[in-house]
T-cell receptor
Framework: QVQLQESGPGLVKPSQTLSLTCTVS??????????WGWIRQQPGKGLEWIGY???????YYNPSLESRPTISRDTSKNQFFLNLNSVTAADTAVYYC????????????WGQGTLVIASS | DIQMTQSPSTLSASVGDRVTITCRAS??????LAWYQQKPGKAPKLLIS???TLESGVPSRFSGSGSGTEFTLTISSLQPDDFATYSC?????????FGQGTKLEIK
């Protein structure tokens, strides 16, 4: 059973970069067919897909985030990362990492989530 | 982006009730729709994929239907553990989008 765990600072200053790590256990992130994503939930709002990285290292992002996110990985540590630059208060959210189904674009396994507050 | 709209936003019901939540897409998504259940402070849990395929371990009182632009999630007989927020997600377009969620409350 794949398990995911987010980690990173809970507070980031406006205009700075939000950086989060997702540590995966129970499955290799570079196994063929696996996709690894980031999703967030702003207070009182619905879920918002940020992007994902696939087993080959290719990345795909939500166009509405205007090139601010970058997803990368370290296969030696079985981790993948989210950087979101130029944060504002609107980026305050619970951030989840998740494993996408190999065939369909839905998310089968989720981390517990981590709250990031963008404030000075 | 494909917009996903759920109704109602809040639903009050009692244990044993049959409830239906609707999710509408701004354009056809065929059957590329998933449903999630989320409890306060917890991650979403996948219930249904491809509009009507129940995930392993999900009780059979949950069912999904629909295609194109209109979809429903039905719980046939509410149990105390079912009071939560339910969200739909389209994956027809690679730019995935979610509905705003439906909060199912105890009446």
């Amino acid at each position: 059973q794949v398990q995911l765990q987010e980690s990173g600072p809970g507070l980031v200053k406006p205009s700075q970069t939000l950086s989060l790590t997702c540590t995966v256990s129970g499955g290799s992130i570079n196994r063929g067919g696996y996709y690894w994503g980031w999703i967030r939930q702003q207070p009182g709002k619905g879920l918002e897909w940020i992007g994902y990285i696939n087993y080959g290292g290719d990345t795909y992002y939500n166009p509405s985030l205007e090139s601010r996110p970058t997803i990368s990985r370290d296969t030696s540590k079985n981790q993948f990362f989210l950087n979101l630059n130029s944060v504002t208060a609107a980026d305050t959210a619970v951030y989840y990492c998740a494993k996408r189904n190999p065939v369909g674009g839905y998310f089968e396994h989720w981390g517990q989530g981590t709250l990031v507050i963008a404030s000075s | 982006d494909i917009q996903m709209t759920q109704s109602p936003s809040t639903l009050s019901a009692s244990v044993g009730d049959r409830v239906t939540i609707t999710c509408r897409a701004s354009q056809s998504i065929s059957r590329w729709l998933a449903w999630y259940q989320q409890k306060p402070g917890k991650a979403p849990k996948l219930l249904i994929s491809k509009a009507s395929t129940l995930e392993s371990g999900v009780p059979s009182r949950f069912s999904g239907s629909g295609s194109g632009t209109e979809f429903t999630l039905t719980i046939s007989s509410l149990q105390p553990d079912d009071f939560a927020t339910y969200s739909c997600q389209q994956y027809h377009s690679y730019s995935y989008t979610f509905g705003q969620g439906t909060k199912l409350e105890i009446k």
